[in-house]
């Protein structure tokens, strides 16, 4: 991820990738984070990531979660 910034000192993302064979990342950006409820000023900032899962080879959905979690512990 690099992330850097304009010249009014807002982040953005110059470059994003994913080193996960398992991931595939389709869009990486800075947004205002959402302010609690009551609170006054502006709101700080977060980066959101959105990709899709390819999911565990040899592991049917249907296995259930525990049998995701074992082969997912294995790798």
Known sequence: MDIDFDEQH???VREAHSLSKDFQLVEATVKEAPQMAGEEGKGGQMLVIDGVE???????PSAGIVELARVFGER
């Open 54 to 60: 390819l999911g565990l080879r040899g592991v049917k």
């Open 10 to 12: 807002g982040a953005f």
